[in-house]
């Protein structure tokens, strides 16, 4: 009898907790709230159709500054926090917890009609630092570099410069667009386009992806396979940030993401899964 | 959820906590070992890196400085200077009566605060702050009761390099020439706009050109003739390097112009406060430094400057009013010197100790620029400068350094800027760099 009751106290409560707190904010990275995120929240609703989201995706700097802020439950990035962000989080009481909640691979994509179909990472950072200007200085045909970048509050933006640039700046001839489909779509239109995207975004129409050569002779495209081995170069983990561990409805779609559903969904749209850690 | 993996933590932050503030942030690699080596996942590894910048941020000074993210770099550093100060000196006569000698000690000290900050695209900006607003020293002398001394702006620029051979610098900045201290003193920043330009010749050699337009009075332009006009040097100069295994030749021709205007209000140790007619200057100096002697960091340096004056008539007789009669123009200075460095000189035990030799014409140099110890910035002079230094500590020396000078020339008739007869400074000074 006393079990029952304890049950139904239980239940009474989390039922409660939902309904106190029935919406939830989650802003931040595009590349996870363009298409993943929302997904997966409907996904969630469907089993939840009390809960209402919030989803706002303007770049990673925005997810991480909300949770600072206390103004999302939930911060998505696609890059790391960065030392001076969660000094910033501290003297406001927050303690940033990351989550993995999928892997990335930032693909290198160009024009279709581009003859080019490999790039080595030493040409793909003068190509996009600038050091070089003009296709021919890659194997390509004559014409000059139309570079797409992501807008300086993206965390792709801040990951490729890691990546890919050694840190360096980018070309002052890189034009800075909003997501990865605006990166797609110009370089679908531009035959001398050549941007990065996230692996969701690869089969946009009229564009291809370059597979990089590296220091050990090997092509490799992004891919599940190359993501989750760590052998594709420009390979990252996405995150959830959230206010110290995750409780209540947080917790709970936390939970939902990195379980069997969500997890389904991160292979649907095109990222890879956290699998088995 | 998983649970936060507080042994490895423990590990981790440990050795990074434990080490140094830098080891924090630094301690990715060793994060990355450990998931490669399967003993974490990237979950944990994560978690790890969080904890380690939170703790870095919250437990170390350096995680509380907060910088603008278009730093790329920021360097801040000065020294402490504490100088007891020995000097002579004897003005020339004007009757045949000699003057006597004066005799004078000084307590000084100089305070040195830099401030250099580089970012991204290739600028830079910068700033120090020194004790004494006179151009060629920062020297304070303790006086007046135990009052409090002023600091000055010494420096503040902005630069902008947009190749790696091409740079720009604007502002008070350091001097972008190579110098001696024969016709500039070490103390001095130009202000205006400097550009150098740095051709590879392979390995380590180079051709640099160097330019610089420095505004050294400002006038106001109502007022007709020099008076009125802003007072520019603009100084051009080749500086070409090359190496012989580990000898170090530096040779650099250069020119400098001072445009027609009048000077006042200079506070410099000799100022010469008018005209700037009559200073086209033709410099060379250089060095030839026999590096890595008996296989240590130990060196010889022989170096030069020399300067001649193609104006130093005007400058002698129409600028300091000597009797063209009596004085001539004298446009040749010059200074020779030897030098040996036992170690680098940054570690404690370095110890260096140089002579050199220089004479100074009375229409040689600009008395507004040279070095204002030697001769208290007095022309017409020659003489020596021997200087010791010893390393206590990596970040501190003992420097002792004596000047000794005599005129060229009897007085014929008194200038400002040449009425020393003889001077001597003993210098002594503890410096700790910070």
């Excluded at chain 1, 049950?7 to 363009?34: E, F, H, N, R, W």
């Excluded at chain 2, 920021?74 to 000097?87: A, T």
């Excluded at chain 2, 070409?240 to 021709?253: N, R």
Aim: with cysteine.
């Amino acid at each position: 009898m006393k079990k029952s009751i304890s049950v139904l106290l239980s239940a009474a409560l989390l039922a409660g907790s939902l309904s106190a707190a029935d919406k939830l904010v989650i802003k931040g990275s595009d590349t996870l709230g363009a298409k993943l995120v929302p997904q997966v929240a409907e996904a969630f609703k469907a089993v939840h159709p009390e809960v209402a989201f919030e989803i706002a995706a303007e770049g990673s700097t925005t997810g991480i500054a909300a949770i600072t802020d206390g103004t999302a439950q939930i911060g998505m990035s696609s890059r790391r926090a960065k030392p001076t962000e969660l000094s910033a989080a501290l003297a406001k009481g927050v303690s940033m917890k990351p989550i993995i909640v999928c892997y990335d691979g930032m693909a290198v994509i160009v024009n279709e009609g581009n003859p080019l179909s490999q790039l080595t990472l030493r040409q793909v950072e003068q190509i996009f630092t600038g050091d070089v200007t003009d296709w021919s200085a890659v194997g390509g045909n004559p014409g000059s570099f139309s570079i797409y970048t992501r807008n300086t509050s993206s965390g792709t933006y801040s990951d490729w410069k890691e990546l890919a640039m050694k840190k360096r700046d980018y070309a002052g001839s890189s034009q800075k667009m909003a997501g990865n489909e605006q990166i797609a779509a110009e370089v679908a239109k531009n035959p001398n386009g050549i941007g990065y995207v996230g692996l969701a975004y690869v089969h946009a129409p009229s564009i291809k992806v370059v597979g990089i050569l590296g220091k050990d002779g090997k092509v490799a495209l992004p891919s599940d396979e190359t993501v989750q081995a760590k052998t594709y170069p420009y390979a990252r983990p996405t995150f959830f940030y959230t206010n110290g561990e995750p409780s209540g409805l947080t917790a709970e779609f936390v939970e939902y993401m990195l379980g069997a559903e969500g997890q389904a969904m991160v292979k649907k749209v095109g990222f890879v899964p956290v699998g088995k850690q | 959820m998983r649970q936060f993996p507080t042994a490895l933590l423990a590990l981790v932050g440990g050795i990074a906590l434990t080490a140094a503030t830098a080891m924090a942030q630094d301690s990715g690699p060793l994060v990355d070992l450990l998931v490669k080596k399967g003993l974490i996942n990237d979950q944990e590894a994560e978690e790890i890196r969080s904890e380690l910048s939170k703790d870095f941020a919250a437990n170390t000074s350096a995680g509380k400085l907060s910088l603008g993210s278009h730093l790329t770099e920021f360097k801040l550093g000065g020294d402490v200077r504490l100088r007891h100060q020995y000097q002579t000196t004897r003005d020339q006569e004007t009757t045949s009566t000699k003057l006597a000698t004066t005799n004078r000690t000084r307590e000084r000290f100089r305070f040195r605060l830099n401030g250099d900050f580089l970012m991204q695209k290739g600028w830079s900006a910068g700033f120090a702050l020194e004790t004494a607003p006179a151009s060629d020293s920062g020297n304070q002398t303790y006086e007046n009761g135990g009052d409090d001394y002023g600091l000055s702006l010494a420096r503040a620029y902005v630069g902008w390099q947009p190749r790696n051979d091409l740079k720009f610098v604007a502002g008070k900045q350091r001097n972008p020439l190579y110098t001696t201290e024969l016709s500039w003193d070490g103390d001095i920043n130009p202000q205006g706009l400097s550009e150098i330009y740095t051709l590879a010749l392979g390995g380590k050699d180079t051709l640099e050109f160097r330019a610089l337009q420095s505004i050294m009075d400002d006038n106001n332009e109502a007022t007709a003739g020099r008076n009125g006009n802003d007072a520019w040097l603009f100084a051009q100069q080749a500086v070409f390097t090359k190496y012989f295994g580990t000898t170090k030749l530096v040779v650099a021709p250069g020119f400098s112009y001072t445009t027609t205007s009048n000077m006042s209000g200079l506070t410099n140790e000799t100022p010469f406060n008018g005209d700037t007619i009559g200073l086209a200057l033709g410099t060379f100096a250089g060095e030839l430094e026999f590096g890595n002697l008996g296989g240590q960091a130990n060196s010889v340096k022989l170096y030069w400057d020399t300067s001649y004056n193609f104006e130093a008539g005007t400058r002698v007789h129409k600028v300091y009013g000597l009797s063209s009669a009596k004085w001539n123009k004298d446009p040749l200075a010059y200074l020779v010197g030897v030098g040996y460095n036992h170690g680098s000189g940054k570690l404690q035990g370095d110890w260096g100790v140089k002579l050199d030799y220089r004479r100074v014409g009375v229409g040689a140099v600009d008395p507004n620029l040279n070095d204002s110890d030697f001769a208290f910035g007095n022309l017409n002079q020659s003489g020596y400068k021997a200087a010791v230094s010893y390393n206590v500590a990596d970040f501190c020396s003992l420097n002792l350094a004596y000047f000794l000078t005599s005129d060229l020339r009897e007085t014929l008739k008194q200038s400002a800027v040449a009425k020393l007869d003889k001077s001597s400074i003993l210098q002594i000074d503890l410096v700790t760099k910070f």
